[in-house]
């Protein structure tokens, strides 16, 4: 018995050993196939983080570098793409994921800006993936088009904005918008003490302004008690709908637009009402001209009544499409870009309190070489166009927000032949260059060390505003696509800034927070709520 319960324990014990043997003969493919997966996974993890050194982010197979692209997206875009140009010495070639639209070389280099917007101009258009992104929005307008479509709009709208007649419509419309609404808007604050959106405010204004002489019509944006406009509304949405296609393979939001889901939904929205608006616009000035007295009619000098006065290279009237195209895109350049702008530089006035001081100290130098007597009464006092010009010091404090926070922050062309870069970077036909004008107002080796600092008097010589190259500040564009509105844009911010400043001080609400939001034109993500301070007459007289 003892040799058979022998037997029976060394039966039982064999079979067990026996049994766990198989077990793990079984598991062994899979533990091999688990250690080589951990190793593929380590090594290629490593081999990743490593091309962070060459690339400047870590690449990944398929995906390329798309998580650190989301990653940035979460947080401040515009900073996270300033630190990976500075890190790389001003280029980087971006690597989006296989046979996706995101590949790009991201530049902040000037002399990379000039050979692209200057130098070798035609080899760098906007190119078909920008025009496509933005075609529902902005069809064949000037800021979306290229080669001859591009050269006719521009060379007509160039002769229009030299005009004297439309300087002076400019001037007057400003005028009226300041002293009629703006300010009332503005003495209704002080009056409740009541906190307001002056980003806001100021959208409002510019968008009234730019209807006017776009369409040679008056939306009333900026009037007491700030009402809705739908065509305002939808044009915004619709800016900030479009501007989120360039951060998506075109293949996902292609596929949203035909299924009319999410963010496409809302800009075909967007986009049915601002179609409505200018269709109806069009169509009601073309029976005012018909009605009108030729006098009449040519005095008009905005630019829808201009354009359809012209004829297209077939001698026939430009179509109601093409029309609708000019008047769109050129709200999209004279809205967003000054008032942004502006909304920028109250805020980082109210942080330099040195810098307003200095500005008010210029506006009363200017006026009291006036001999009229209504230099006392800041309500009355209207500041006319050679007195504007002679405001050196507020040009260059607003060119200072500009360089910090430009209105358009990055920009985009495409490369219709193989190139090189002056610094060395191959670009080959068919890549998407953005050229980043955020980052370069940051870049200590273009500005120096101060870059970070909000800093007029780096645009002044001898007292006198002195401009940069416009590859070096590129704000305003460069080369042939410089900016046709620059000179009324500046006209513009310091006519606003100068007649807000002399009557207020603008204080920001403590803790509201500023950040700039990711659009076609840097808007601030929260607005910018601010509470007015009448200015005193001795505070006033005391500079």
């Not at 509304?233 to 989120?244: D, I, K, P, S, Y």
Request: charge should be neutral; proline fraction near 5%.
């Amino acid at each position: 018995m003892v040799d058979s319960s022998n037997h029976t324990v060394v039966t039982v014990a064999s079979g067990g050993v026996y049994g766990r043997s198989t077990v793990l003969r079984q598991l062994m493919p899979e533990l091999q196939t688990l250690e080589v997966l951990l190793a593929v996974t380590i090594f290629v993890t490593i081999h990743s983080l490593r091309q962070k050194k060459k690339q400047g982010l870590p690449v990944w197979p398929v995906i390329g570098m798309l998580p650190s692209m989301v990653l940035g997206l979460r947080g401040n875009t515009y900073e996270w793409v300033t630190q990976t140009l500075i890190q790389q010495g001003g280029t980087f070639v971006f690597k989006g994921p296989w046979f996706s639209s995101l590949n790009s070389v991201l530049t902040a280099d000037p002399r990379n800006l000039e050979h692209l917007l200057k130098s070798n101009f035609k080899n760098f258009p906007k190119g078909k993936y920008f025009r496509e992104a933005l075609h529902d929005l902005l069809g064949n307008g000037i800021f979306n088009a290229d080669d001859e479509t591009w050269q006719r709009q521009r060379k007509t709208a160039s002769i229009e904005f030299h005009s004297t007649q439309f300087r002076n419509l400019t001037a007057s419309s400003l005028v009226e918008l300041v002293h009629d609404r703006l300010l009332p808007v503005l003495e209704e604050a002080v009056e409740t003490t009541t906190p307001f959106d002056l980003q806001n405010v100021l959208l409002r204004l510019t968008f009234d302004n730019v209807c006017m002489i776009a369409f040679g019509v008056d939306p009333g944006c900026l009037r007491p008690g700030l009402p809705v406009i739908p065509f305002a509304q939808a044009f915004e949405e619709g800016t900030e709908a479009a501007a989120l296609r360039f951060v998506m393979p075109m293949a996902a939001w292609k596929a949203m637009r035909f299924f009319n889901l999410g963010n496409e939904a809302r800009l075909k929205k967007s986009i049915k009402a601002v179609d409505e608006f200018a269709d109806e616009v069009i169509r009601t000035r073309k029976k005012e001209l018909e009605l009108e007295s030729e006098d009449k009619a040519s005095s008009r000098s905005d630019l829808l009544t201009i354009f359809m006065r012209l004829k297209d290279d077939d001698e026939k009237p430009y179509s109601d499409k093409f029309l609708r195209d000019i008047c769109v895109n050129f709200i999209l350049a004279g809205r967003d870009t000054s008032s942004v702008a502006l909304a920028w530089f109250f805020w980082l006035l109210n942080q330099n309190p040195e810098v307003e001081k200095n500005i008010l100290s210029e506006i009363h130098r200017i006026l009291a070489e006036r001999d009229d007597s209504d230099v006392g009464s800041n309500i009355s006092v209207v500041f006319n166009p050679e007195e504007v010009k002679k405001m050196d010091y507020l040009q260059a404090a607003l060119t200072e927000a500009l360089r910090l926070y430009p209105s358009v922050p990055l920009d985009h062309k495409e490369v219709t032949e193989d190139d090189v870069f002056p610094d060395g970077t191959v670009l080959k036909k068919g890549t998407k260059i953005i050229y980043g004008i955020y980052p370069m107002g940051r870049m200590e080796s273009i500005w120096g060390k101060d870059c970070s600092e909000f800093k007029p008097e780096r645009w002044l010589r001898d007292g006198r505003f002195v401009s940069e190259s416009a590859y070096k500040f590129t704000a305003f564009n460069g080369g042939p696509r410089l900016c046709l509105g620059k000179d009324f844009a500046y006209y513009q911010m310091k006519f606003v800034a100068a007649a807000v400043i002399y009557r207020y001080r603008v204080d920001v609400v403590p803790g509201h927070p500023v950040a700039p939001k990711l659009a076609l034109t840097m808007y601030m993500k929260y607005g910018l709520k601010v509470t007015l301070c009448k200015r005193d007459q001795s505070e006033v007289l005391s500079h």
